[in-house]
């Protein structure tokens, strides 16, 4: 079905990049090569050979909350253990977040840490607040926008996507296409979030836009909390953690995900047979857009594979692989422009108008803070 075009501007920043060609690979010389576990670039590490060598050497990468359906990582990982020979280990697949940011901590040094990291922008702006991200520059780190990356290299984005309502039409006679029909007594005990917004990213935008759909801002998050109290209250909220194992059985017939999880469950739906109509809508009433952000672990037990992972991740190849699955490559716009991108794959992603524009730091910061401490308290009565 064709998707609906957006009527807002509260939506993340895919901002247009520099014209400047991705290929080259922006080594520079310096004295003598640096350990992969100190190196800032490949530059740095002696060259992409030199830092490719030292991750094959390695042999291994450990990651976590890595779904395979999950914008394209399970493409992601086959990819880059047949193009390296390196073995790509996942622990706790379907966490969120949060438990990324928890194994840093507690498995620091003990070998078992996640190399690299994948988490939404708070939870990367509080990883490299705590000390817990080396720097690192990938080739294409120049052109990232600077609103999509921290200064220092600790973090940056990767791939985005937009709030959006997914519906089973098997099982829901007319689907929401907006915040406010989430509010009519047919979808009672429908209703749910991929995710406690507490610890998950996705869930966590979910209230963003809820906000911005009931009268609050950038600045002012409580007007969601408040609606998904309301829809708590009146039954129409489910506890549920929406999946496509939950959605396959008629658990979580309503869904509020990003849009590039919810059309790719609709494709996993018909390919598999299974017997769901899932449908996707992006709220005109409460639009909102975020990207996922890597970064490296500072004690990463594979220093070489972790920064050669950044570089797979950046290349026009990795990020033309998230496309694939409907999730908009940070690159996406210098891409464009040099000719490397997947103009097929691009012509399926939902049209956006209107100037975008995203919370700051400080106003993601606050929205999460706000966020820990009543949310529970609001959907539990």
Same mark, same amino acid.
């Given at each position: 079905?064709? &998707?609906p075009r957006l009527r807002t501007a509260f939506v993340a920043a895919f901002l247009a990049l520099s014209a400047a060609p991705l290929g080259a690979c922006g080594d520079k010389h310096v004295a003598a090569p640096r350990a992969p576990a100190v !190196?800032?670039?490949? @530059?740095? &590490?002696?060259?992409?050979?030199?830092?490719?060598a030292a991750a094959k050497k390695e042999g291994s990468l450990n990651t976590i909350a890595l779904p395979r359906d999950w914008a394209n990582y399970g493409v992601l990982i086959d990819g880059f253990e047949k193009k390296y020979g390196i073995k790509l280990s996942v622990e706790n697949p379907d966490g969120a977040s949060q438990d990324e940011i928890n194994a840093l901590k507690e498995h620091r040094g003990d070998g078992r840490a996640p190399d690299v990291i994948d988490v939404g922008g708070s939870f990367a702006q509080t990883a490299a607040r705590e000390g817990l991200l #080396? /720097? *690192?520059?990938?080739? @294409? +780190?120049?052109? =990232? /926008?600077? @609103?999509?990356?921290d200064k220092h290299a600790r973090w940056y984005n990767n791939y985005g996507?937009?709030?959006? =309502?997914? %519906?089973?039409?098997?099982?829901?006679?007319? %689907?929401?296409?907006? +915040? @406010?029909?989430?509010?009519k007594p047919e979808y009672k005990g429908q209703v749910s979030l991929n995710g406690d917004p507490t610890e998950s990213e996705s869930a966590f935008a979910g209230v963003y836009a809820a906000a911005l759909a009931n009268g609050g801002s950038f600045d002012d998050v409580q007007p969601g909390i408040d609606f998904f109290a309301e829809l708590s209250k009146n039954g129409n909220f489910t506890p549920v953690q929406s999946s496509p194992d939950t959605i396959a059985k008629g658990q979580t017939p309503i869904s509020i995900d990003w849009d590039f999880l919810n059309l790719g469950y609709a494709d996993q739906f018909r390919e598999k047979g299974v017997d769901v109509d899932w449908r996707t809508a992006i709220p005109f009433d409460g639009s909102f857009a975020e990207y996922y952000a890597n970064g490296v672990n500072?004690? &990463? /037990?594979?220093p070489? #594979? !972790?920064?050669?992972?950044?570089? *797979?991740? +950046?290349?026009?190849?990795g990020q033309n692989i998230r496309l694939g699955a409907y999730a908009r490559p940070v690159l996406m716009d210098a891409m464009a422009q040099d000719g490397t991108l997947d103009k097929a794959a691009a012509a399926k992603l939902p049209t956006v108008e209107g100037t975008p524009t995203f919370p700051t730091k400080a106003q993601t910061e606050k929205a999460r803070r706000i966020v820990d401490r009543n949310w529970a308290k609001a959907v539990s009565g």
């Open positions: 079905m064709p &998707a !190196a800032t670039s490949a @530059a740095d &590490a002696g060259g992409m050979a030199a830092l490719t #080396a /720097p *690192y520059e990938v080739a @294409a +780190f120049d052109r =990232i /926008p600077e @609103a999509q990356k996507g937009y709030v959006s =309502i997914g %519906c089973d039409a098997k099982r829901v006679k007319t %689907c929401p296409s907006t +915040f @406010a029909d989430l509010r500072k004690d &990463a /037990p594979h070489a #594979a !972790a920064r050669l992972w950044q570089e *797979y991740l +950046f290349s026009p190849e």
